[in-house]
């Protein structure tokens, strides 16, 4: 477990050998990320400078990640490229053909529309900003009719099952058929707000849909710790097996 | 008398000091525990969940040259559950030769993670020498989801003919070839630590079959739609990865097939997983028994 | 249709990248003109405005969702040939495309404005010498970094797959170690302190006073525990047929999640759904407040 670990000479060599020093997965590299999971990790003591550093480091990588994606995923390939077009090249040796890409030139008018969305920070045009985003806010509007209908009506349709034990369904299966079925009708009673639930009936389904509420609560609850300390785990991996080689590589 | 009640003030100060421990004492055990167990992982047997079962059993019946697209929507900050499902999958589909285009809405970091870890997969003994613009392609990052979907719904060519690979639009590559509309996918595949699989719910009109490898965090609002059908299959979190490991050992055990690698990071994380649920669990008992044993003295935490 | 597109593209060749390039120039002037006599309406027609763009992209949705689709479509050989079948509402498929295409720029473009206010923030706590001004250094140090070099790679790819010879390594080297072992191990990292939290949590915070509490810790025990294979073996000895049979943790955790979570949660969805579709619906029509102008 111990070869190549820390605590041998040999890791100390890798790290500091200029030999593969920026190949990928190469100790150096892997040194860089340790030491800024630990920079963030510091926070767990108390705050302090080095995390401040690590986490400006980190959003300034991402928003800048955000710009290089928006220019290769989505200005260059739907904007620019279907615009203008790109000429075909025909097959060389090294090379096969390629079609050309004709040119959409009426792309063009959706700059300005895309630009008024800067408006946002002017006092006096700011209502200008309003026309893209509404756009795509009026673009999901409309696709919601569609989306509930394929979304829920399935779910709708699959509550309806048998509660007696006749022909295929055998008993056990109506029995949890016929709680699938409560379950549903008394936690939905429980959201129904439109009158005051005077009856000791009413009173008392809504406090069980209440405790129905707590068991699909208390899944995700429980789903939740496991996600959580899943990410850990794998940091854990990172810094223990990745970096310091404390045990054997998956 | 005087003893008792020397013993009762003992007792109290040995809970208020309970109750009000530093959390970084916590935080060290937390870290002591995974360390341990994860430098010297358990390894146990699986029994695999029905739903990732039901999800396996399906994209393992596909035959070679069938075509599956996977909507891919996770990044590093969940690798511990999904890279485990992504690899497992990628595994089954590379073994099995079934073409696949992968997508994603999520992050526009995704492409670029995904792409190394395939080169390396497709290495591998058993996945086949698997090459991007050949056996399958990235058609990379969209932002507009609900019009991607939909997009891809309605026509799928036209939705990723702008993105290329090798100098050609990716629906000239072989992958493409006799695929005109999503309902010729066999599958659609969504790995994902977001609510990007409502989307496909919402907009899918049952042209094809459905499947998620989704974070355990999300399992709870998604096992309805297996249940009631729209889904083919659920793997979740790092059980649904580990399940996925799991089937493919049945399928291509590792003694048999030399330089296979069935097992990654699924089972390697099950044994710290226990250990650090068990440590809060205790946390939990603990934390209650102390306000209790305070309120039982008077001494309200 | 396709005569009308055919003659809003243009085939392209090395030689009229120029008269390519100034249509696509005059299709920006004209919009940027529009927009421009657009923004000088009065403010009592700004409302409306706004409502009437947000209730034409909902149309052209509900038109997508209303209309009877061709339902088999099939595509030529090369990229945008597409054999057309004689069914009108084909047609309105190639406007989907391209609203599908264009919402996907859009979205894009307003993504960027995320980007634009962090930079506004803290160029102003630089150039005003605020607190943590030199973090903000950092910040912008760092992005200018991610795009200097996450762009010169994508340049360099671009280049090497266009066979221009050239020594690319370096650039590649240089993102990789940008991109991989930096922004995605502090992405991973960042999100991993939640466990510590949660830990802290559990200890001090989740107390156990109530009967709709003591339901939720339950549950979430069994649920956890049925996931584990380390704890399934604890319930192992129980026969795996049978009545008995359902008291295996992994059998409990089954029986809880699809048996009395489903159709509570499913509910929630539910009520969420209806929700969702009744805003849709007053934001197409112009009933919600806030979504055009105030």
Redesign the interface.
């Known amino acids: 477990m111990l070869a190549q670990s820390v605590f041998t000479p040999e890791w100390w060599q890798e790290l500091f050998s200029p030999d593969g020093r920026w190949l990928e997965n190469s100790l150096p590299r892997i040194t860089i990320g340790a030491i800024l999971t630990l920079g963030l990790y510091s926070l767990l003591y108390r705050e302090n400078k080095f995390y401040r550093f690590t986490e400006h480091v980190f959003v300034g990588l991402a928003a800048g990640f955000s710009v290089v994606a928006l220019v290769k995923e989505v200005l260059w390939p739907l904007w620019w490229v279907p615009m203008l077009g790109v000429p075909g090249r025909e097959a060389t040796p090294d090379m096969p053909a390629v079609p050309g890409v004709e040119a959409a030139w009426l792309w063009g008018a959706l700059l300005p529309v895309a630009a008024l969305g800067f408006f946002v920070f002017s006092k006096k045009h700011g209502w200008l900003s309003r026309i893209p985003i509404g756009i795509i806010v009026g673009l999901w509007a409309g696709q919601q009719l569609n989306a509930f209908q394929n979304r829920f009506l399935p779910q709708i349709a699959d509550q309806a099952r048998p509660i007696i034990p006749l022909g295929e369904t055998s008993p056990a299966m109506a029995v949890n058929n016929l709680i699938v079925v409560i379950t549903w009708i008394v936690v939905l009673s429980y959201f129904v707000y439109s009158f005051e639930q005077k009856s000791k009936f009413l009173q008392r389904t809504s406090l069980m849909g209440r405790w129905l509420l707590m068991v699909g609560f208390g899944a995700i609850f429980g789903t939740t710790m496991m996600t959580r300390f899943v990410l850990f785990i794998d940091r854990a991996y990172y810094l223990l097996i990745e970096w310091l080689r404390l045990g054997e590589r998956l | 008398m005087s003893q008792d009640l020397q013993t009762e003030k003992q007792k109290a100060t040995f809970w208020e000091t309970m109750h009000a421990?530093d959390?970084?004492w916590?935080?060290l055990i937390?870290?002591v525990v995974?360390?341990i167990l994860?430098?010297?992982?358990?390894t146990?047997?699986?029994?695999e969940?029905?739903a990732a079962e039901a999800l396996y059993d399906y994209l393992s019946g596909l035959e070679e040259g069938d075509f599956v697209y996977i909507e891919n929507d996770w990044?590093?900050?969940?690798?511990?559950?999904s890279r485990g499902q992504f690899e497992a999958l990628m595994r089954l589909l590379m073994r099995k030769k079934v073409r696949f285009c992968i997508s994603t809405l999520g992050d526009?970091?995704i492409?670029?993670?995904i792409r190394?870890i395939l080169r390396q997969m497709a290495k591998e003994p058993g996945n086949n020498n698997y090459e991007e613009g050949k056996d399958y392609v990235i058609a990379?990052?969209?932002?507009?989801l609900?019009?991607?979907v939909?997009?891809l719904v309605?026509?799928i060519?036209?939705?990723v003919?702008?993105?290329?690979v090798?100098?050609?639009?990716i629906?000239?590559t072989p992958v493409f070839e006799g695929i005109?509309?999503l309902s010729d996918a066999k599958c659609v595949v969504v790995i994902t630590a977001s609510g990007t699989i409502?989307l496909w719910?919402?907009?899918?009109?049952a042209k094809t079959k459905l499947g998620l490898m989704c974070?355990?965090?999300?399992?709870?609002?998604n096992?309805?739609?297996y249940?009631?059908?729209?889904l083919v299959g659920i793997a979740?979190?790092?059980?649904g990865a580990?399940d996925f490991e799991s089937l493919l050992e049945k399928e291509w055990p590792e003694e048999e097939n030399p330089g296979y690698k069935n097992f990654?990071?699924g089972r390697?994380?099950?044994?710290?997983?226990?250990f650090?649920?068990m440590?809060?669990?205790f946390?939990?008992v603990?934390?209650?028994v102390a306000?209790y044993q305070l309120k039982r003295t008077g001494r309200h935490g | 249709m396709e005569i009308l597109l055919a003659q809003l593209t243009v085939p392209r060749t090395e030689a009229n990248l120029w008269a390519v390039v100034g249509y696509a120039g005059l299709a920006m002037l004209g919009s940027a003109l529009l927009l421009f006599g657009l923004s000088r309406v009065p403010s009592n027609f700004r409302r409306p405005l706004v409502g009437l763009f947000i209730f034409i992209a909902g149309l052209l949705w509900v038109l997508d969702w209303a209309l009877p689709k061709a339902t088999v479509r099939r595509a030529g050989g090369a990229t945008d040939s597409i054999i057309p079948i004689p069914v009108w509402p084909y047609e309105y498929d190639l406007v989907m495309e391209k609203v599908v295409q264009g919402s996907q720029v859009l979205s894009g473009v307003l993504l960027g404005l995320g980007v634009l206010s962090i930079l506004r923030v803290h160029v102003k706590r630089l150039t005003k010498g605020q607190k943590d001004w030199p973090f903000s250094v950092v910040l912008l140090g760092s992005m200018a970094a991610m795009i200097v070099i996450g762009l010169g790679e994508w340049v360099v790819n671009n280049r090497e797959a266009a066979g221009i010879p050239g020594d690319y390594e370096d650039m590649k080297t240089a993102f990789s170690v940008v991109f991989i072992d930096m922004l995605q191990v502090l992405d991973a990292a960042m999100f991993s302190l939640i466990a510590f939290f949660i830990l802290s949590a559990a200890y001090r915070a989740f107390r156990i006073r109530s009967v709709e509490a003591t339901i939720m810790m339950g549950v979430a025990l069994v649920v956890l525990l049925g996931f584990i294979p380390l704890a399934m073996a604890v319930t192992a000895g129980l026969p795996t047929e049978g009545f008995a049979s359902n008291f295996r943790i992994e059998n409990l955790k089954s029986w809880i999640l699809l048996t009395v979570s489903t159709p509570a949660l499913r509910a929630i969805d539910l009520g969420l759904g209806l929700g969702l579709l009744a805003m849709a619906l007053r934001i197409m029509l112009g009933l919600e407040k806030g979504v055009a102008v105030d």
């Not at chain 2, 994860?38 to 358990?42: E, G």
């Not at chain 2, 003919?161 to 290329?164: S, T």
């Not at chain 2, 974070?215 to 609002?221: D, K, N």
């Not at chain 2, 979740?236 to 059980?239: S, W």
Request: glycine share 8%.
């Open positions: 421990v959390r970084r916590l935080y937390l870290f995974v360390s994860v430098t010297n992982p358990i146990v047997p699986n029994v969940d029905p990044t590093n900050s969940t690798r511990g559950e526009p970091q492409p670029d993670i190394p990379g990052y969209f932002p507009n609900e019009a991607h939909s997009g309605n026509n060519r036209d939705t003919k702008e993105k290329r090798g100098g050609r639009s629906i000239d005109n509309d409502n719910y919402e907009r899918i009109r974070t355990a965090v999300m399992s709870g609002e096992i309805p739609y249940v009631s059908g729209q979740i979190g790092a059980k580990f990654t990071s390697r994380y099950m044994s710290p997983l226990f650090a649920l440590l809060l669990i946390a939990v603990m934390g209650n306000m």
